[in-house]
């Protein structure tokens, strides 16, 4: 059921984690073409030339290799079409032999950095945080399923296409009341055999929460048939004609509830997080208190909100063994080895993170506290006592 998976892998993930460069001359692009328009042949090169010649002109690359990815970066942009709503993520550095060029779903708008080490942030938090959303529509007399991920919508089958069968309306004799029981009776068994697909799909893994799509008068009849597991994923549900509603009414639908999910949860792991840091129970918050937990294997979810241009903090992280240090240092104080100056902080402890058990949450509807806007949620405190932690 699950959609061409587009994910990238881990290995290839601390690949470009790893990647460092002493002449600061690794480039990382996000670019997210315009929406086609009627003029979109004409305009939506221009514009994404000049969009991206801004944003290179404000990089210090001026050594040839740089020219010559600069060059290539502005064809491979200009030459998008739209890029099926996707949006174009490009690693490269010339003087390393090093391009990687990925069609990523998802919005990460405009974004050129140049430094000694690839931007990771946003694809990693992107890749970690998407999930997958099973819409299921249905009436009386058929069913639809698609799937919605990092905003594409994609139809997935008609899990149930019964032929058109006569509409029976109640006349108010007794044979067809007999006939309108006996068609409620086969309304209720079609969503039941829905509800139990919808169940198997889930069981193994095809989708992580569910959407449903109706007439509002017969939403109660569909909720009924839903297992409790359904229940417990179900995000909300929303009106619509599941025979007529296209593609784009229905995903304009179920974004917009997948947003609110998405905003409520973000909120109450931010207040959550603050709440924890305030009772010096199960929150940090600053990159001193972050990168203490991140050593001590106390984190759970690693959050950041990312900061204005000019507004960065950065970290030093051991290229041997992983320590981190809120500050630029020549070598590691734990073994000695060299220490690589991270200009976003972030960046340094996305990659202590990385293949460990932790989360990571780009923050998109709140603001973490100034200067640095780095927190995380904990799986424990190491000084807590067994009920001091039970109480968090």
Excluded at 85 to 102: H, L, M, N, P
Excluded at 126 to 134: A, H, I, P, S, V
Excluded at 251 to 275: F, P
Aim: hydrophobic share 35%.
């Amino acid at each position: 059921m699950a959609l061409v998976n587009s994910k990238i892998t881990l290995d290839e993930l601390q690949g470009l984690a790893s990647f460092w460069t002493e002449g600061g001359d690794a480039i990382s692009v996000y670019y997210k073409a315009p929406e086609p328009s009627e003029l979109a042949h004409r305009e939506e090169p221009l514009f994404a030339k000049e969009q991206i010649k801004q944003k290179l002109g404000a990089l210090k690359g001026s050594s040839q290799p740089d020219r010559a990815d600069v060059q290539r970066i502005v064809e491979t942009i200009s030459d998008l079409k739209g890029n099926g709503g996707r949006a174009k993520v490009i690693f490269a550095c010339k003087s390393k032999g090093i391009w990687r060029e990925f069609d990523a779903p998802g919005d990460f708008g405009c974004r050129i950095d140049m430094g000694s080490n690839f931007t990771l942030a946003p694809l990693i938090a992107q890749q970690q945080g998407r999930r997958r959303y099973c819409v299921a529509l249905a009436d009386r007399n058929r069913a639809r399923l698609l799937l919605l991920e990092a905003r594409e919508i994609a139809e997935h089958s008609q899990i149930l296409d019964e032929d058109d069968k006569e509409k029976i309306r109640t006349t108010g004799t007794s044979k067809s009341a007999h006939l309108e029981r006996k068609k409620e009776e086969q309304t209720r068994k079609h969503f039941s055999f829905l509800a139990e697909h919808l169940l198997h799909f889930h069981e193994h893994k095809d989708y992580d929460s569910l959407l449903v799509g109706c007439r509002e008068e017969m939403w109660p009849a569909i909720e009924a048939e839903l297992h409790p597991e359904l229940k417990r994923i179900l995000v909300g549900h929303f009106n619509c004609d599941p025979g007529m509603a296209a593609r784009e009414e229905i995903q304009k639908k179920a974004q917009a509830l997948v947003d609110g999910k998405d905003r409520e949860d973000e909120q109450r792991l931010m207040e959550r997080t603050m709440s924890g840091f305030a009772s010096n129970a199960l929150g940090a918050v600053g990159i001193h208190e972050v990168i203490d937990a991140l050593e001590k294997g106390e984190v759970r979810t690693l959050l950041w909100t990312s900061k204005p241009d000019g507004q960065q903090h950065s970290a030093s992280l051991c290229e041997n063994c992983g320590h981190l240090e809120a500050q630029e240092l020549k070598a590691c104080t734990l073994c000695g080895a060299k220490m690589r100056l991270y200009q976003n902080a972030e960046e340094a402890l996305l990659r202590h993170a990385l293949g460990r058990s932790i989360e990571v949450r780009e923050m998109h509807y709140t603001k973490l506290p100034m200067p640095d806007r780095i927190a995380a949620w904990l799986r424990f405190r190491a000084e807590m006592s067994t009920p001091q932690a039970l109480a968090s």
